[in-house]
């Protein structure tokens, strides 16, 4: 970006100011987000292995934890659904677009604001390893993926049929402990997670988890090995089993947690016994670096994102060419209209039609367009500010990195609302602003700006 000012200096003065004003708004939002990159982000996959309609349960099961997370805050964009039976639609269903954990039917689990990012056959082995690693194909959706990182908590559910070390999904496919393993591995390998919180609600669930050797994973699992994982009630007028019985009480457990919670893993798994669910559950802990009466619920279930508010005014200073034309001593009053006045002259001065707007072409500069000011600049209330000076001169350097132009175009010629408002640079002396070859000269200071502020 090439700008030609008048002899002048407050004019390259003016230009100057505005540009420290620009960096320093990138220094300073740019240090919010590397505060931000800090922090722990909250990530859910919950998944339903089984297929047909009397696995209806495990349906329930997967969805009770999908709005317990919600509840406490984790937004869809960071849940990832899988239900490899879509029950609200299948024609056994006495009630479609329906789900109920309860017989009374007070709560339906499948309302509107359920959003299932893999279904039917898309809940596969194969689809569910390339979403813990990451490898997915490049048409892939971003709903379909795993978008975490080294600061990233991981909560992953599943639920269906399984054996020792082993789950089905879809009644065909075998997913293994090794398996889930190496994928581990290569999440660990790729910074994907900073912790792992795998349930599992299955029969044999436990043994899912025997395999496992990557550090930061803690894990649960509903029965142990030869054990069995039992549905807790049937409801007739659906014909099925609507959820299983540690899901069951899982959900008593999950009323009582809040996103300041400070119910601990401890408290979860003291809280199932085994007259109650018919099995022993296990919790393994050597992976995690934790001790479960160290660790909240809400680690994992509830939502880290909190608002930022800014403690006090970001101060800048901007450089105003009417201030510095007229003297230190004179009051604020006589600026206005030495500054009024240095605006009118500037504009009678220019070449081209006063106050359209239009450019000339200037022999001296081999045909490169001038832009003629407007007579007046406009009426807006944010160009008074340096923050509405700043964010004019950003839209328009878009604007020009964007726009299809020749070598030696101004802004002027960008067309319409696209022009640069007259006075955004701060200065009403402003005699050329062309537009040469060398645009990404500016988007690389642009960039220069946004890396220093990650490096401070």
């Known amino acids: 970006l090439k700008f030609r000012l008048g002899s002048s200096s407050h004019s390259r003065n003016a230009v100057h100011g505005e540009v420290r004003s620009l960096l320093l708004v990138l220094v300073h939002f740019g240090s919010l987000a590397l505060g931000a990159e800090n922090e722990r982000n909250n990530w859910a996959v919950l998944v339903d292995t089984s297929r047909y309609f009397y696995n209806y349960r495990h349906v329930a099961n997967v969805l009770t934890f999908y709005h317990t997370i ?54 596969s082995t194969e689809n569910f390893l390339r979403l813990l690693t990451g490898r997915h194909l490049p048409s892939t959706p971003r709903n379909k993926r795993l978008l975490t990182d080294e ?18 999904f879809q009644d065909w496919e075998e997913l293994t402990s090794n398996d889930v393993a190496d994928a581990f591995q290569q999440m660990h390998k790729q910074r ?13 669930a436990a043994t899912l988890q025997n395999q496992f050797y990557t550090p930061g994973i803690l894990a649960y699992g509903s029965s142990g090995k030869g054990q069995n994982s039992y549905s807790h009630h049937v409801d007739s007028h659906i014909g099925a ?18 996103t300041s919670s400070d119910l601990t893993v401890e408290h979860f798994t003291s809280h199932f016994k085994p007259a109650m669910l018919h099995s022993q559950p296990e919790l393994r802990t050597d992976l995690f670096q934790w001790s479960p009466s160290q660790t909240m619920m809400t680690e994992f279930f509830a939502s880290t994102g909190r608002m930022r508010f800014q403690s006090a005014l970001l101060v800048m200073q901007a450089s105003n060419s009417s201030s510095s034309s007229s003297s230190s001593s004179s ?5 206005s209209s030495s500054s009024s006045s240095s605006s009118s002259s500037s504009s009678s001065s220019s070449s081209g039609a006063a106050g359209d707007g239009s450019c000339s072409f200037d022999a001296a500069s081999s045909g490169s367009c001038v832009a003629s000011p407007p007579s007046a600049p406009p009426t807006y209330a944010e160009e008074e500010s340096p923050w509405g000076r700043v964010s004019h001169l950003a839209s328009a350097v878009l604007d020009v ?44 200071l642009l960039g220069a700006a946004v890396a220093s502020a990650s490096f401070l």
Not at 192 to 204: A, E, G, K, P, V
Not at 331 to 335: G, L, Q, T
Not at 437 to 442: E, G, K
């Open 70 to 123: 919600k509840r406490l805050g984790i937004p869809d964009s960071q849940i990832i659904l899988m239900m490899a039976e879509d029950i609200p639609c299948n024609s056994r269903s006495a009630q479609p677009g329906m789900v109920f954990r309860e017989s009374v039917q007070d709560e339906n689990l499948y309302g509107e604001d359920v959003e299932v990012d893999y279904r039917g056959d898309e809940v």
């Open 151 to 168: 600061m990233s908590n991981v909560l992953i559910f599943i639920t269906g049929h399984s054996g020792d070390e082993f789950i089905k």
């Open 192 to 204: 994907r997670y900073r912790n792992i919180f795998w349930i599992s609600d299955t029969c044999q």
């Open 241 to 258: 089993a609507v959820i299983d019985r540690w899901t069951y009480y899982a959900m008593d457990f999950f009323k009582r947690i809040t």
């Open 331 to 335: 009051s604020s009053s006589s600026s």
């Open 401 to 444: 990195a964007s726009a299809k132009h020749r070598p030696g175009m101004a802004f002027s010629q960008l067309g319409g609302s696209k022009r640069l408002p007259h006075g955004v640079l701060g200065t009403d002396s402003l005699d050329e602003i062309v537009v040469g070859s060398h645009v990404p000269w500016l988007v690389g």
